[in-house]
């Protein structure tokens, strides 16, 4: 059997959940960057940096590999290709100011970028002068379905947007911005209508808001918030002139309806059964770093989502949570 060469170094900063802990080696699913990597062809897991050394030896010992005491250790002992960044939202901004220090072909940061567009427009800016290509993890757009599902809208098979809605809690950055951000994907950049109710069920810097969205051509969407204490819930429902889709169970259901003729009703137009696509969601790391691996390879291709995508998502979250209620 050929022995397969995997020619991209890997370093996770941030042993947490989403970096080691969801799964392990194994797991029958991919739920953390970790088993992404060892997971991937062509990559090699070198390590993990973590403030927690603790955390870090015992991720490096679950993914048998090693661990760092510092991004200057890492990058002197091991020089990795690419660099995923798991730690905490606010913690963003200064890790990767300390990352521009060194040179690695592609950066995969959580979502979001920064908690503030001040210091993520700060960061993209000294990324593109360094030429260091930033790869943002909102992580629907890098499933085949939903990317199938724009190349449709924008071929404009379902005919005009008219309306959606969506649902979701654990905070307007945290979690809303995965559904600002798919919506932008899928129909259009949006602007802020108004908001209508506010909750703290995550953060007392992040709050859920509901809230209305401006899209193509005065189109609303409506967004409600639903406390995460209770439980999780993440849905988007979009109407189009010929198609209705549904996302459900945070992506990992989507169904799509068709307009049809009413059997009982002459000349009445219904939406007929759904199409239900069961969604690889779990998947969703392992089509992040093969993005992120192409691109070191030829930094021509364009990410899936960049960091100028990341920003406009965060601007629009940002004004949401500082609008007061019914402006």
Request: overall charge positive.
């Amino acid at each position: 059997m050929k022995k397969i060469n995997k020619d991209r170094s890997v370093l996770i900063i941030g042993a947490g959940n989403i970096g080691a802990f969801y799964d392990t080696p194994r797991s029958s699913i991919i739920l953390s960057h970790a088993h992404a990597v060892t997971n991937h062809s062509t990559c090699n897991l070198v390590g993990f940096f973590d403030i927690d050394h603790k955390k870090a030896k015992q991720a490096a010992y679950i993914w048998d590999t090693a661990y760092f005491g510092s991004l200057e250790q890492a990058f002197s002992q091991t020089k990795p290709d690419i660099v995923i960044v798991a730690t905490s939202d606010n913690s963003h901004s200064n890790v990767l100011l300390d990352l521009s220090k060194y040179q690695p072909l592609v950066v995969i940061v959580e979502k979001p970028i920064a908690t503030s567009v001040v210091d993520g427009e700060k960061i993209i800016k000294l990324f593109a002068q360094k030429n260091i290509p930033l790869l943002i993890n909102y992580s629907r757009r890098f499933i085949p379905v939903f990317q199938n599902l724009k190349n449709q809208i924008d071929k404009g098979i379902y005919g005009k947007f008219l309306g959606g809605t969506g649902i979701y809690g654990k905070g307007i950055i945290h979690n809303g911005s995965h559904l600002i951000d798919l919506l932008s994907f899928l129909v259009g950049e949006s602007k802020v209508f108004s908001v209508f109710n506010r909750q703290f069920d995550y953060s007392d810097n992040d709050p859920s808001v509901s809230f209305i969205l401006n899209v193509i051509n005065d189109v609303k969407f409506t967004v409600h918030s639903i406390n995460s204490k209770l439980y999780t819930i993440f849905e988007c429902d979009l109407f189009f002139e010929r198609k209705r889709i549904r996302i459900l169970n945070s992506g990992n259901n989507v169904e799509l309806y068709d307009v049809v003729s009413d059997k009982i009703y002459k000349n009445y137009k219904i939406l007929g059964k759904p199409k239900i696509i069961n969604v690889t969601l779990h998947k969703s790391l392992y089509y992040l770093l093969d993005n992120a691996y192409h691109i070191s390879l030829n930094n021509r291709i364009k990410p899936l989502c960049s960091g100028e995508e990341a920003i406009h998502t965060l601007r629009i979250c940002q004004s949401i949570r500082n609008l007061n209620l019914h402006d």
